[in-house]
């Protein structure tokens, strides 16, 4: 059994947590735009509002950051990856 797990954790550490990192990271950015949105829509519309202040406004600009910089991080990635061809 150590064995095993030992052949797996240094074929992980080759290939896998390169990939792993990546896939998460992209899968981050858009989380946080998609929460933004759901922010921003819930409170405008009233339905949510932000803990402490109970402020529908206040989250709706919280969720506006959270897409702007959800965007900035995509297109600072694409850039990367434009740069590196």
């Known amino acids: 059994m150590t064995k095993k797990r030992d052949v797996m954790h240094a074929l992980f550490h080759h ?5 792993h990192a ?4 992209r899968e981050l950015r858009v989380s946080s735009i998609i929460l933004g949105l759901v922010f921003i829509v819930g409170g405008l519309s009233g339905t ?3 803990v402490g202040t109970n402020s529908g406004t206040a989250l709706a600009v919280v969720g506006a950051l959270l897409v702007g910089r959800g965007i900035w991080r995509v297109r600072k990635q694409r850039a990367r990856q434009v740069q590196a061809l």
């Open 15 to 19: 290939w896998g947590a390169a990939y």
């Open 22 to 25: 990546r896939s998460f990271n």
């Open 48 to 50: 949510l509002a932000l």
